[in-house]
T-cell receptor, first 113, second 116 residues
């Protein structure tokens, strides 16, 4: 069965630090990849997605992610975090012909001013 | 425009009771999904509707769980004989019709179910 691993469970950074959150998945076929974010008290919302093409994907709020097929990875990055980036971040994957999302366990990011 | 709405926002019930959780998707979205999120975990897929029919119910944990979407819009997740292990946040999401899995799923605020 497909699975998604997020190895960083809790990350604490100061403002302006760089961020990289790891995500690895287990499925070997065609996949669609997503990062979702949940700000405190808010719904899950999409940060960015990868379906095909350029493996470097840019999302909202200055986030980007790189799909490395050989490593089954889709790591999320941001060069300079802000206090407002404090949230929980979820990596998710679905197979190329299905709609159900398989989520990782999430990474809680705390950014201090 | 209006997003996905879920009612109630919180539900406390006693072990063994029956509960219904409601989801109103975004207007025009034909796909509707239910997920369950336990503390410290990511959302876990339960069931997916395309129109009125359940296209994939492989995530339902057992036959105490059932979901319907009779008119292709509002959906109700029904849980019979609730157990303490059913306590979780139940999330609903909707998306445009898709056979490729490439449309964004828009999530609701969730219903927090507590079984005492």
């Amino acid at each position: 069965a497909q699975s998604v691993s997020q190895h960083n469970h809790h990350v604490i950074l100061s403002e302006a630090a760089s961020l990289e959150l790891g995500c690895n998945y287990s499925y070997g076929g065609t996949v669609n990849l997503f990062w979702y974010v949940q700000y405190p008290g808010q719904h899950l919302q999409l940060l960015l997605k990868y379906f095909s093409g350029d493996p470097l994907v840019k999302g909202i709020k200055g986030f980007e992610a790189e799909f490395i097929k050989s490593k089954f990875s889709f790591n999320l990055r941001k060069p300079s975090v802000q206090w407002s980036d404090t949230a929980e971040y979820f990596c998710a994957v679905n197979e190329g012909n299905t709609d159900k999302l398989i989520f990782g366990t999430g990474t809680r990011l705390q950014v201090f001013p | 425009g209006a997003g996905v709405s879920q009612t109630p926002s919180n539900k406390v019930t006693e072990k063994g009771k029956y509960v219904e959780l409601r989801c109103d998707p975004i207007s025009g979205h034909t796909a509707l999904y239910w997920y369950r999120q336990s503390l410290g975990q990511g959302p876990e897929f339960l069931i997916y509707f395309q129109g009125t029919g359940a296209a994939d119910d492989s995530g339902l944990p057992n036959d105490r769980f059932f979901a319907v979407r009779p008119e292709g819009s509002v959906s109700t997740l029904k849980i019979q004989r609730t157990e303490r292990g059913d306590s979780a946040v139940y999330l609903c999401a909707s998306s445009l019709d898709s056979a490729t899995g490439q449309y964004e799923q828009y999530f609701g605020p969730g219903t927090r179910l507590t079984v005492t």
